[in-house]
């Protein structure tokens, strides 16, 4: 919302002393935010009207002109570029330009003296928008008319009203009364009440604008949906002359951001900018039935609206109707049949009160944001609307001429009446936390305008209709703070009570375990990314495999294709950060992301997890040069797995536990179902030990995807659930005092023979004095081993709790783990 | 001459020889482990010395034993010693020889990586560690809402101009159900929190928010950091005292802040809250658009309203809740100015803030 401060001074006494500047500060720091100020014309000192008396051609440029100018005295020759300049008709009748004469002041700080263009001089120059400082235009100079009523010779400023400013206000929803000037005083006039800030007062006389000519009819208004359209007040004006409005008045919606179509348009405008009010005036001429009726529409009922568009509505539509079709899309915009044009000669002035629920609808659905339905969809004010209509009445009598013709018509069938709110100035302290004084807040609401009196300890309010904000004690004692000062209130500590009980709040352990891999990832050397939740339909296919039925949740109205859908997995935009991140020219790429997926539950909300994924490519640490043996392999991303899995609390396992246990994974070959983006070779496949079900897979990029991403090199991922159980806490066990003793195990075996088999069923020998199985080698170069055998090594350590053991009982219970695993897997020992 | 003269005189003499090959032969060891060789053929049990000490012993008269021990000692004596010095010797060699290393100290080293957290984990991590001093839990809930919990519970029925402000991604929902949306603020927490529990409440709730805008000042995807503190007899005293806190905590002990009164339709009295601008310390910069002031929240006391849907007396208990960007945090902090940034994935950005 646009002000004009020269407006604003025309309703209030302002001290010279305050500037817009102060005033912006103050409304800035108590509720109306003023985001920008804008000076208008600020500078402009000398430049005059002057009348166009001839033009010619400048004898050595063909786009220079030479104008004769006429400032009330004399005739004087200025050079001009614009391509614009009009031709001059009889004396007193020629069109007017703006004469910047020698000696006169631009707002860019020029100052004009006599100049020679292209060989001829010339004393000053004819100004346009820009260089008058009106606005940004420059594609020519500005023309004015006689009927712009500024007489030739006149201060172009001055006539102008200017200089001024714009002042730029954020008006928060709750505040329609502040979208008029009118409010906007109210407010000012209120914070600078200790300043000297008073009102001016001015009435419009209706009895003037009647002029003496003969009564006609009311206008008849049938009001078929009066809780749509509480009230319906309109003018009859006759005998306008519609044209274009006075250069002052131009200029003015100009600067407040409204184009100036026609007098009568323009006045509208003009009260709304005012009062915060919509009007609309119809071409009366034009309404079948010299009636209106508002009533909603019929289903698929048409409508042009003054956009131009076709309007299709509905029955929850409100519409302005005549006798036969609609003229207006209520309190939205108005229709094109009615318009106001320049052969209109008899205007029906609407002033209604539209319901803001009757509104915004409307609105919403047919994406028309006017300066209308902005204003009523927040609420306007339905007992003012007899002052709008007559303030705008009155203007378009001054503007386009005319005179009311009719009494109003005012159908209001249930007046909407004001209501009193009852402030306990205690529970004003109660919620500030600063002790105002009864009296001071009496005085806060009393220079808003809202009446008070005292009831016992209590202020009594009655609030105004023009503040549909206002109605509970709550809605008092804010303004109270507003305009007491916000500043005032004192800074404190809440104090610390705690229930004794206070819980964990829901999901907080998945959140903690969330950021428990955070830390991990990133002490494993992986860098965080953070990707949008939404993605592609397309990147979920590659995610969860081709022939996956799970549908991801999708966005109804999303920005674009690329974020129409919730993402299931992590992966599928990570892989796409890889490329990214190498398509920069980065060699070694380790990106990990921790985040929420999101998957249909069945239930009102969807299910929504959080995983851990990463991508990593290129090489391990390496000193100076890489070479072959520092690239990355599958077991760099099962052993980053296996920290992550063994930070976040869970027991890796080699294999399936008896007992099912909720603190233990194991791992086993993923399905390409369950890994569809990895290499069926190198995938795998991490499965929870109580369910069994898979929580994640990890392993090399499927070539296929690797190809389709452009990468030359193998690439490797995981992703897997972050836990939502709290992290097992293990007991401590004390260092054992005895020494531990390690035995190697060398065999030949099958080569598919799985080593987490072996490992796993060494593990579960029932070997007391076994503590541990490394395997140390894997061998199976041919020649030293046969075909379809490999060759594995393995370090078994012994230990007792009680005592140091004896080689003779490290010996006997290597070899029970021996025939344990020998009974279990055909094994040909190497000595 | 007398006989035992001769008999010393060459048992002298063979000493003397003795101890000049061992000698020689202690000088030809390079190393400890032959030293040690060396030193058992010649002074060890079964050493040569040794050997010639015992076969004069038992030559020797009985009055004449004593003088022969006592000579044969002294040379056992100087052998030791001779054997000692040239070990220290030889120590004094190695140990020469390893300080002898030169390495260019220089050459970069061998790396071991650090990973690192995203900028936005360290600033909510961080913001998250200045409410804990304060007594606010983190409380958590769906990113995906329900109209009821995201608008309606926070005063935002369907069709109030407030929504307007926040432009809102809706998702499928099967008909007859209140809508499905992305939430567009953590507020939807405070409700949850709320319904689940009675006051004293004071919880934190950050997370991802989405709003339908794409610019370098706006993404779809943010996060937000609320806090609600509700109790009886909490005030915006209370408030004010807490982003304070707040304030100096995060951004510096010599910043301070202002309330503007604003409107947000959960809260009343409700305020945006700017800091002094940390750029030109509040003498005006482009920052600040030369206010000097830099708006980082918005705040209020809980709506009544509010109080309604979740079931709290709002004449006993009273609250306030405020609520910041997670990325304005960090943008202020280390002056980026593209929001789009953070959601880049660009290892070069988050690489700068290990
Ligand atoms: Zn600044």
């Not at chain 1, 389709?708 to 897997?720: C, K, N, P, Q, V």
């Not at chain 1, 005092?737 to 029932?766: C, I, N, W, Y």
């Not at chain 2, 951004?251 to 750029?279: H, K, Q």
Request: proline letters at 7%.
């Amino acid at each position: 919302m646009k002000v004009s401060w020269n407006w604003l001074c025309e309703l209030l006494d302002i001290p010279s002393g305050l500037t817009p500047q102060t005033v912006a500060a103050r409304l800035s720091v108590s509720g109306v935010a003023v985001d920008a100020i804008h000076p208008i014309g600020k500078g402009l000192h000398g430049a005059i009207v002057a009348e166009v008396r001839g033009k010619r051609p400048h004898p050595k440029a063909d786009k220079l002109t030479l104008v004769d100018v006429f400032d009330g005295h004399e005739v004087t020759q200025v050079v001009c570029g614009a391509p614009n300049v009009p031709s001059p008709t009889e004396p007193g009748k020629s069109p007017r330009v703006v004469w910047a004469r020698p000696g006169a002041t631009l707002p860019s700080g020029l100052t004009l003296s006599p100049k020679e263009v292209r060989g001829i001089l010339s004393p000053g120059m004819l100004c346009a928008e820009d260089e008058l400082g009106l606005s940004e235009d420059h594609a020519g100079i500005l023309i004015l008319q006689p009927s712009d009523g500024i007489a030739v010779g006149d201060d172009f400023a001055q006539a102008a009203g200017l200089p001024d400013w714009v002042l730029e206000l954020d008006i928060t929803p709750n505040r329609p009364d502040l979208l008029g000037h009118i409010g906007v005083a109210r407010e000012i006039a209120a914070l600078f009440r200790h300043e000297g800030v008073t009102w001016k007062t001015s009435a419009v006389d209706v009895a003037t604008l009647r002029g003496s000519q003969a009564r006609t009819e009311k206008p008849v208004i049938s009001l078929e949906d009066p809780s749509g359209c509480p009230r319906y007040f309109a003018h009859r004006l006759s005998g306008v002359t519609v044209g274009p409005s006075p250069l002052f008045y131009r200029l003015r919606l100009q600067r407040l951001g409204v184009r100036a179509l026609s007098n009568v348009v323009d006045a509208t405008n003009l009260a709304l900018l005012l009062y915060g009010h919509p009007l609309h005036a119809f071409d009366f001429a034009k309404l079948d039935g010299h009636k209106i009726v508002v009533r909603r529409a019929h289903a698929g009922e048409k409508l042009q609206t003054l956009d131009g568009q076709e309007r299709e509505l509905q029955p929850s539509d409100l519409l302005i109707a005549d006798a036969s079709k609609g003229v207006a899309v209520a309190g939205v915009m108005g229709g094109q049949t009615s318009e106001v044009s320049y052969t209109t000669t008899e205007v029906l002035l609407e002033c209604a009160y539209f319901a803001p629920a009757s509104i915004r609808p409307t609105a919403r659905r047919l994406k028309l944001h006017t300066e209308a339905s902005h204003r009523f969809e927040r609420g306007t004010d339905p007992n003012g609307l007899a002052v709008v209509a007559d303030a705008c009445a009155a203007l378009i009598v001054k503007l386009a001429g005319g005179y009311l013709s009719s009494e109003p018509t005012d159908v209001y069938p249930h007046k909407i009446p004001t209501h009193t709110l009852t402030l306990r100035p205690e529970r004003t302290w109660a919620i500030l936390g600063l002790q105002i004084p009864a009296q001071a807040q009496k005085e806060c609401l009393e220079a808003l305008g809202l009446p008070v009196r005292s009831e016992g300890t209590n202020l009594l309010v009655e609030i105004p209709t023009h503040r549909p904000d206002l109605t509970r004690e709550i809605d008092l004692i804010e303004e109270v703070a507003r305009i007491y000062g916000i500043h005032n209130i004192p800074t404190t500590l809440p104090k610390l009570a705690m229930t004794a009980s206070q819980p964990l709040h829901q999901g907080m352990t998945r959140y903690r375990n969330a950021d428990r891999a955070r830390q991990l990832c990133a002490s494993l050397g992986l860098l965080e990314v953070m990707q949008f939740s939404m993605t592609s339909p397309e990147r979920v296919r590659t995610g969860e495999g081709k022939s996956s039925p799970t549908q991801p949740l999708p966005i109804d109205n999303p920005l674009r294709e690329e974020l129409s859908v919730l993402r299931t997995k992590l992966l599928p935009g990570l892989v796409e950060l890889l490329r990214q991140n190498l398509a920069h020219g980065l060699a070694d790429v380790r990106l990990f992301e921790v985040g929420e997926v999101f998957l249909p539950s069945g239930q009102q909300l969807p299910t929504e997890k959080t995983h851990v994924a990463a991508v990593l490519y290129g090489h391990r640490d390496h000193f100076l040069k890489p070479t072959s043996s520092d690239a990355l392999d599958f077991y760099d991303v099962k052993g980053l797995v296996e920290q992550l899995v063994s930070g976040l609390g869970l027991s890796l396992l080699w294999q399936k536990p008896e007992q099912p246990s909720a603190s233990s994974v194991y791992v086993r070959v993923a399905t390409s179902t369950e890994a569809p983006m990895l290499h069926p070779g190198a995938a795998a496949a991490l499965l929870s030990g109580s369910s069994g079900e898979v929580i994640g897979t990890f392993g090399e990029l499927h070539p296929d995807l690797r190809a389709s991403l452009d990468l030359h090199g193998a690439a490797f991922a995981f992703e897997l659930e972050v836990p939502e159980q709290p992290r097992h806490k293990p007991g401590y066990v004390p260092a054992s005092r005895f020494p531990a003793v390690s035995r190697d195990l060398s065999f030949f075996v099958h080569s598919e023979t799985e080593a987490a088999k072996l490992l796993g069923t060494m593990q579960q020998s029932g070997e007391p004095l076994l503590r541990g199985v490394t395997l140390l080698e894997d061998y199976r170069q041919a020649g030293h081993v046969e075909a379809g055998k490999k060759a594995l090594l393995f370090s078994l350590t012994y230990r007792s709790d009680e005592r140091t053991l004896t080689d003779d009982e490290v010996q006997k219970a290597h070899q029970r783990v021996i025939d344990h695993l020998g009974r279990a897997f055909p094994l040909q020992l190497r000595q | 001459m007398n006989q035992s003269d001769s008999h010393a005189g060459e048992l002298a003499r063979l000493f003397d020889e003795s101890l000049s090959r061992y000698q020689a032969a202690l000088a030809e060891a390079k190393d400890e482990p032959a030293l040690r060789v060396v030193h058992a053929r010649f002074v060890g049990k079964e050493g040569e010395i040794r050997k010639r000490l015992a076969d004069a012993l038992k030559a020797a008269p009985g009055p004449e034993k004593r003088a022969v021990g006592q000579a044969g000692n002294t040379v056992l004596q100087k052998a030791e010693e001779l054997f000692a010095e040239r070990l220290r010797e030889l120590h004094e060699l190695k140990r020469q020889a390893e300080l002898a290393k030169k390495l260019d100290v220089t050459m970069p080293g061998r790396p071991h990586k650090l990973g690192g957290l995203h900028l936005l984990t360290q600033v909510r991590l961080e913001l998250e560690g200045i409410f804990a001093e304060l007594g606010f839990q983190v409380a958590t809930g769906p990113q995906v809402e329900t109209d009821f919990h995201n608008f309606e519970a926070l005063a935002m029925p369907k069709d109030h101009p407030a929504r307007d402000m926040q432009d809102t991604f809706y998702l499928r929902s099967a008909p007859g159900q209140d809508p499905l949306v992305l939430r567009t603020h953590t507020s939807p927490v405070q409700i949850r929190t709320m319904l689940a529990q009675k006051p004293p409440v004071r919880i934190i709730s950050p997370g991802k928010v989405y709003r339908k805008d794409d610019d370098p000042t706006h993404s779809p995807m943010f996060q937000q950091i609320e806090g609600l503190c509700v109790d009886e007899g909490i005030t915006m005293a209370d408030l004010k005292g807490t982003l304070l806190y707040f304030v100096k905590r995060f951004f510096g002990a010599d910043v301070g802040l202002r309330l503007r009164p604003s409107f947000f339709p959960f809260t009343e009295p409700s305020a945006e809250v700017d800091i002094e601008c940390i750029f030109c310390k509040g003498s005006g910069c482009r920052t600040c658009k030369g206010s000097g002031y830099i708006e980082i929240l918005g705040c209020g006391m809980v709506d009544p309203e509010v109080f309604r849907h979740v079931g709290y007396d709002s004449e006993r208990y009273s609250g306030f809740a405020f609520g910041t960007g997670i990325e304005r945090m960090a943008m202020l902090r280390y002056g980026i100015n593209d929001l789009r940034l953070f959601f880049a994935g660009d290892a070069r950005f988050t690489e700068q803030f290990r």
